[in-house]
């Protein structure tokens, strides 16, 4: 058996990984490579080792950076079966189409005002074809072991998001494990990530090589506050969210603090379609996960939706205090920016982030302090305050997951690649790990081959 990284090395995005036997080729994570533009122009280069010719992809979870080039495969004539979870492949359903949505947009985008080089712009994929490849997905539970060729494969939960798997392999009397996205043991919504079995070898993420998430007030403390805050100014306050796993942990946390008389009842807005739809699986799928379905039940009808632009237009009209949910989590686009034209000159608004936030993003520059930020063309004042939630990552840091680590049953010695991290965080967690554990530790090469 031998391992090509194609994506999700020296990097912590675009995750590919290529299995090759003597007689099947699978592809584990299909992700696009996203954030700079040297790695975004990974996506257009010619399909390495052939991959739309695999005999199956196995996805650990729906997020883009994991799942969002499966598209541009069918696109080149992929036809084979791609196995994920059965709320992983709820998710991509909703998410590949909006990333083809978008992408067709920005392409209009482009052609109109002539920004690009080419005559006529084209998406990576369109809707239409990310809806087509959706034909191809194939859900699975976990623990269910499947058969791609001689290949038998099982996903078992990694916590994170719904859906979020560690992939386990076993071919050629050898067994490999891919950890994906692994989620945090004391997650507010998500379970923690099931321990790992014995392995011949471990593909381990790296995204919080180098972090240890801040030990601080307790994220609901720190949410009634901010709340609080803005209802006695009489403001209003604006969430800028994730669509998957924290615009359902928001609301959450927001009709619990007023349920138990801890901020004041105002009405909450979550106005954004495809967090709604999410939200709709997180329901569906509720036993993945910490809340019940009556607690799914209480929390998301005591928010009201906003699906249509109409409805979304008419929040504006909405006097006194209330919050408004809306994508995107770092305010590079969606409905969050026409609240911003409304409120972010206000001095009683707030507006809070409540995740990471990439260095140059609308986001970045108003927790850095800008007096004002370009939107659609107008620079606007920034008059709100700007505050942070700290505490809500759905990523492990690095000792929670050496904590997961010591809880598996991995042998000494046993071999572990490390991918899906900043080139700082891989080596400074590559020195961690040699130093307190017993695992032969290793970078991951980009494009580079391991041998089993």
Same mark, same amino acid.
């Given at each position: ?66 799942s969002g080039f499966v598209p541009v495969l069918y696109k080149e004539g992929f036809r084979g079966p791609v196995f994920a979870h059965h709320a992983t492949s709820g998710l991509c359903d909703i998410l590949l189409a909006d990333s083809g949505r978008i992408q067709e947009e920005d392409a209009k985008y482009l052609g109109k005002h002539k920004l690009s080089r080419h005559e006529k712009p084209e998406p990576l994929y369109d809707e239409a074809t990310a809806k087509s490849a959706m034909k191809l997905f194939q859900g699975v539970e976990f623990h269910q072991q499947f058969e791609i060729g001689d290949i038998k494969v099982t996903l078992q939960p990694a916590g994170h998001i719904l859906g979020a798997s560690s992939v386990i392999i076993e071919a050629e009397g ?104 999410? #939200?709709? %699986? ?12 009556? !607690?799914?039940?209480? &929390? /998301? ?106 809880? #598996?049953? %991995? ?12 080139? !700082?965080?891989?080596? &400074? /967690? ?23």
């Amino acid at each position: 058996m031998r391992i090509v990284f194609l994506g999700g090395a020296e990097t912590v995005t675009g995750s590919k990984y290529l299995v090759e036997t003597d007689s099947t080729r699978i592809l584990i994570d299909c992700g696009l490579f996203q954030g700079y533009k040297w790695l975004r122009r990974r996506n257009w280069q010619p399909l390495p080792m052939g991959i739309n010719q695999v005999d199956g992809v196995v996805l650990t979870h729906a997020h883009l950076d994991h799942s969002g080039f499966v598209p541009v495969l069918y696109k080149e004539g992929f036809r084979g079966p791609v196995f994920a979870h059965h709320a992983t492949s709820g998710l991509c359903d909703i998410l590949l189409a909006d990333s083809g949505r978008i992408q067709e947009e920005d392409a209009k985008y482009l052609g109109k005002h002539k920004l690009s080089r080419h005559e006529k712009p084209e998406p990576l994929y369109d809707e239409a074809t990310a809806k087509s490849a959706m034909k191809l997905f194939q859900g699975v539970e976990f623990h269910q072991q499947f058969e791609i060729g001689d290949i038998k494969v099982t996903l078992q939960p990694a916590g994170h998001i719904l859906g979020a798997s560690s992939v386990i392999i076993e071919a050629e009397g050898k067994k490999v494990g891919f950890s994906g996205d692994v989620g945090r043991p004391q997650d507010i919504m998500m379970y923690p990530p099931e321990p790992l079995p014995d392995l011949d070898l471990l593909l381990l993420e790296s995204t919080y090589g180098d972090r240890l998430h801040k030990e601080t007030e307790d994220a609901e403390e720190q949410l009634a506050a901010v709340v609080k805050e803005t209802s006695e100014a009489g403001g209003v306050l604006l969430i800028p969210s994730f669509s998957v796993g924290r615009a359902q942990l928001l609301q959450y946390l927001l009709v619990k603090l007023m349920e138990e008389g801890r901020i004041p009842r105002q009405p909450i807005y979550l106005d954004s379609p495809m967090a709604i739809n999410v #939200s709709g %699986l997180y329901q569906r799928f509720h036993k993945l996960h910490r809340l019940s379905d009556s !607690d799914c039940s209480r &929390t /998301f009808g005591a928010v009201e939706y906003t699906r249509s632009v109409d409805e979304s237009k008419a929040i504006a009209s909405q006097s006194g205090p209330h919050i408004i949910i809306a994508g995107s989590g770092m305010a590079t686009g969606g409905r969050i920016l026409h609240h911003f034209k409304r409120w972010l000159g206000d001095h009683r608004a707030t507006v809070l982030f409540s995740g990471h936030q990439a260095g140059g993003t609308r986001g970045a520059k108003m927790l850095q302090g800008v007096e004002s930020i370009k939107l659609h063309g107008q620079w606007l004042p920034v008059k709100a305050r700007i505050r942070s939630l700290e505490g809500l990552s759905g990523h492990a840091d690095y000792q929670e997951i050496m904590d997961w680590l010591a809880q #598996s049953k %991995l042998k000494p010695n046993t071999p572990i690649q490390l991918v899906h991290g900043e080139l !700082d965080a891989l080596e &400074t /967690f590559r020195d961690c790990l040699m130093q307190r554990t017993s695992y032969d530790v290793e970078v991951a090469d980009y494009q580079g081959v391991y041998h089993l």
